[in-house]
């Protein structure tokens, strides 16, 4: 007989979440700890049992405190008159950085791709050099290529396959375009099926994502 929870012994309920320290069921609240031989059994079970975590992530996170958000809140009045945040049309550099870093660029890939010095991404980043707005814009346009183009051609063949699989590059290059970038599509291709393509899509956004050598491998 299993020993694995699919269901809540307390309400029978079928949402049942199995992490690193905890088995908990998401409709009632019980749960079982990591110490516990229940636990223990559980995950034995599951075939997760290798894993031997003294602080989970997930354990750190949850046990941020409730203000964590006002850590990392605050007003314009707090910044400088002349702060690129107070300027409606300019990027900051922590927002410059965030975009470069969504899109899987490195910043001499980017700063190939804008024509410019790596030396000039890199002050704009640290914040030594105002980030253009047009620089902003082309940013935009790459993020919009990405999700409307890139994005939506690898969902809609996702959608057209058999038990789909998406392949990757593990490293350098494909097409032009850095392994980092290939990483980063993932997410849009998950987000394109969720957003665009109904009950199929949701379903499938689960897809299972290989390096293309995994496939290589294997012929």
């Given at each position: 007989?299993?020993?694995?929870?699919?269901?809540?012994?307390?309400?029978?309920?079928?949402y049942?979440?199995?992490n690193?320290?905890?088995?908990?069921?998401?409709?009632?609240?019980?749960?079982?700890?990591?110490?516990?031989?229940?636990?223990?059994?559980?995950v034995?079970?599951?075939?997760?049992?290798?894993?031997?975590?003294?602080?989970?992530?997930?354990?750190?996170?949850?046990?941020l405190?409730?203000?964590?958000?006002?850590s990392?809140?605050t007003?314009?009045?707090?910044?400088?008159a002349?702060?690129p945040?107070?300027n409606p049309?300019?990027a900051t550099?922590?927002?410059?950085?965030?975009?470069r870093?969504q899109l899987?660029?490195?910043?001499e890939?980017?700063?190939?791709?804008?024509?410019?010095a790596?030396?000039?991404?890199?002050?704009?980043e640290n914040?030594?050099?105002?980030?253009?707005?047009?620089?902003?814009?082309?940013?935009d346009?790459?993020?919009?290529a990405?999700?409307?183009?890139a994005a939506?051609?690898?969902a809609?063949?996702?959608?057209?396959t058999?038990?789909p699989?998406?392949?990757i590059?593990?490293?350098?290059s494909?097409l032009?375009?850095?392994?980092?970038?290939?990483r980063?599509?993932?997410?849009l291709?998950?987000?394109t099926?969720?957003?665009?393509?109904?009950?199929?899509?949701?379903?499938?956004?689960g897809?299972?994502?290989?390096y293309?050598?995994?496939v290589?491998e294997?012929?």
């Open positions: 007989m299993s020993k694995q929870f699919v269901s809540c012994p307390q309400c029978s309920g079928e049942i979440a199995t690193y320290y905890q088995v908990r069921c998401r409709s009632c609240g019980w749960s079982i700890q990591a110490p516990d031989p229940l636990y223990l059994a559980h034995e079970d599951r075939g997760t049992s290798m894993l031997d975590v003294d602080e989970p992530v997930v354990g750190a996170i949850e046990a405190p409730e203000d964590f958000g006002a990392l809140t007003t314009r009045d707090a910044l400088p002349g702060h945040a107070n049309s300019l550099a922590a927002e410059f950085r965030h975009r870093e899987g660029f490195s910043a890939f980017l700063a190939d791709g804008l024509g410019v790596l030396k000039t991404v890199q002050r704009w914040g030594h050099r105002p980030v253009p707005s047009g620089v902003i814009d082309v940013m346009e790459i993020n919009n990405t999700y409307y183009v939506a051609r690898c809609e063949h996702l959608l057209k058999p038990d699989v998406m392949m590059p593990r490293s350098g494909f032009g375009f850095p392994a980092s970038w290939y980063a599509l993932v997410e291709v998950r987000d099926l969720r957003l665009e393509h109904g009950e199929q899509g949701l379903r499938l956004s897809f299972p994502v290989v293309f050598d995994d290589e294997q012929k």
